[in-house]
């Protein structure tokens, strides 16, 4: 079975500050590994994925996360916060099956 | 283009009534896909269509929840005899195939309240 774990439910960080949201997996097979964001009052959106292929994934809004297969982690970062990137994040996972497992979320508050 | 919609967005019955919540995907996504969202938790997977098939029906809690997809499009999830726990938003993603990288597209999401 696949699991998926979000450390910190709620973040806060300074804008222009670095955002660091984290996200551990637990799978027994090559997972595939997401990031979604939810704004207030909006359907979750996509922010980056890993499948295959190079281990840093570039995603949308200046994000990115890495796979770090020994770690069993994909953490989410940014370099520099925005006003506008305060939302709740959510990772998943899933395998060759199409039954995917999201965390708990992490809201990320950005003080101006 | 048009977005995955929901209807409705939001529903308040009494416990033990029947209820059915819609999704439209995106015209011409083959994959669609069922969550429940409890507050404070991530999306929970109910259910996984490919086409007009149930290919996962996994996720769902009991046998009061059931789900169709007569056409390959629309889906309807429909829960008998509604029970407080079953309060929650009900998500619908699409997807453009049965391949699990793809991308899913959300909808806004039912919120359903059971009194």
């Known amino acids: 079975a696949q699991s998926v774990t979000q450390l910190g439910s709620h973040v806060s960080v300074s804008e222009g500050a670095l955002v660091l949201l984290r996200c551990n997996y637990s799978?027994?097979?090559?997972?595939?590994l997401f990031w979604y964001v939810q704004y207030p009052n909006q359907g979750l959106q996509l922010l980056l994925k890993y499948t295959t292929g190079a281990t840093l994934v570039k995603g949308i809004n200046g994000f990115e996360a890495e796979f770090k297969k020994s770690e069993t982690s994909f953490h989410l970062t940014k370099p520099s916060a925005h006003m506008s990137d305060a939302a709740e994040y959510f990772c998943a996972v899933t395998t060759f099956l199409n039954q995917f497992y999201f965390g708990t979320g992490t809201s990320l508050t950005v003080i101006p | 283009g048009a977005g995955v919609s929901q209807t409705p967005s939001n529903k308040v019955t009494e416990k033990g009534k029947y209820v059915e919540l819609r999704c439209d995907p995106i015209?011409?996504?083959?994959?669609l896909y069922w969550y429940r969202q409890s507050l404070g938790q991530g999306p929970e997977f109910l259910i996984y269509f490919q086409g007009t098939g149930a290919a996962d029906d996994s996720g769902l809690p009991n046998d009061r929840f059931f789900a169709v997809r007569p056409e390959g499009s629309v889906s309807t999830l429909k829960i008998q005899r509604t029970e407080r726990g079953d309060s929650a938003v009900y998500l619908c993603a699409s997807s453009p195939s049965d391949r699990n990288t793809d991308t899913q597209y959300f909808g806004p999401g039912t919120r359903l309240t059971v009194l």
């Open positions: 015209s011409g996504h083959t994959a």
């Open positions: 799978s027994s097979v090559p997972p595939y």
